[in-house]
């Protein structure tokens, strides 16, 4: 139990000091490194609290041993981007408020915001004002993840579909990330949808992969005008 959590943590530290001695990295950025709750159902009543306190010794860890290494490197983390799941007991099991509010955890936070304005559950704007509230004062900087790879994207159960077949999204959701003082920037998740020529990627089933990349050309396209 105990001997194997500290293991873990010790494994997750020399993992990263190796990733920056042989990288010369000057940003890392973990995704979500934490689990969800399990499917299996645990009746210890601190469990989700044990789980809590092992991710924070593990991120300080892992920003100490990046920081001994190299203290101009940049260290952060892109967590879900609805608050409620990350501060939910049976959820995420991340105390994000110690991470904004506290030294040694993070350089900066880029919460994974892939919804459109229309979501039901989690609207962009919404989900995007909560954010800011949360790190007006913190010296942790804030970055947003954008849902490209959403973009076109027919799956059921999307409340916001509609809006995922219109290129024009993200330009607004760009325009509403302006207008905030704390947001320093964005990050386009992925790369991929950026080149959606390249035919050793994957594009959903043939159907309705056509009309998926010209939609993305054309989102591709928008942003090359406005650099």
């Given at each position: 139990g105990v001997r194997v959590v500290r293991r873990s943590r010790c494994l997750a530290r020399k993992v990263w000091s190796i990733t920056v001695v042989l990288s010369a990295v000057?940003?890392?950025?973990?995704?979500?490194?934490?689990?969800?709750?399990s499917e299996v159902s645990l009746k210890t009543v601190n469990f989700?609290?044990?789980?809590?306190?092992?991710?924070?010794?593990?991120?300080?860890?892992?920003?100490?041993?990046?920081?001994?290494?190299?203290?101009?490197?940049?260290?952060?983390?892109?967590?879900?981007?609805?608050?409620?799941?990350l501060r939910s007991d049976l959820e995420y099991y991340v105390d994000i408020d110690t991470w904004v509010s506290q030294n040694g955890y993070v350089d900066y936070l880029m919460p994974q915001i892939y919804w459109g304005f229309t979501n039901e559950v989690a609207p962009f704007d919404k989900m995007t004002d909560a954010w800011c509230i949360l790190m007006e004062n913190s010296p942790v900087k804030l970055y947003i993840g954008?849902?490209?790879?959403?973009?076109?994207?027919?799956?059921?159960?999307?409340?916001?579909?509609?809006?995922?077949?219109?290129?024009?999204?993200?330009?607004?959701?760009?325009?509403y990330l302006k207008k905030q003082k704390k947001i320093e920037g964005y990050c386009l998740f992925s790369y991929q949808y950026l080149d959606c020529q390249n035919k050793k990627y994957h594009f959903d089933a043939e159907q309705f992969s056509i009309k998926r990349k010209r939609l993305l050309n054309q989102i591709v396209k928008s942003f090359k005008n406005n650099s």
């Open positions: 000057f940003r890392i950025s973990v995704e979500e490194p934490w689990t969800r709750r989700g609290i044990v789980r809590s306190e092992f991710w924070r010794r593990l991120v300080s860890g892992i920003y100490k041993a990046v920081k001994e290494i190299n203290s101009d490197v940049t260290f952060g983390i892109s967590p879900a981007g609805n608050l409620d799941n954008l849902q490209l790879y959403r973009m076109g994207s027919t799956e059921p159960g999307q409340s916001d579909e509609k809006e995922l077949q219109k290129a024009s999204l993200l330009k607004k959701e760009l325009s």
